[in-house]
């Protein structure tokens, strides 16, 4: 059983998606501004966390299985990887601007409209490696699907 530095296990820790929702639905929270601006950076820095994760200890074993099963992939997967990067960087750039913007109700709305647009592109880009995923081991490699 892996566990992480808290002593957490690895299957208890939520992933990218349970953690978007949990972002999304307090996006449309009306609680206290404080706790609003203290649970929203919480989660943020979750979210950030557990995409660095799966970047770093599952896409990338699965992208080198992929590029000698499939190199045809190579370029979609350097386009996955990029995107993955950006994702990441802009997260934490969005969090630094949650973290100032801390208490002030007046900017609660704009940093609402900028987590809702990066959790979109999270997600697009989980369809994506998803559905690259799919064309290696279904399509081209004739993985057996469940």
Known sequence: MKTMTAYIPQSRIPGVSETSDRLGTLLNDRRSVAQWWVDLTAQLDELAGRLMIDS???WRSISDQITRDAPHMSAQLRRLDAEQEALESELFRVRMEA???AGDPKRAQA???TVRDLLHRIRRHSEKTNQALYDAYERDLGGESA
């Open 111 to 113: 940093i609402s409209g």
């Open 56 to 58: 770093q200890e599952v």
């Open 99 to 101: 973290g100032e913007a």
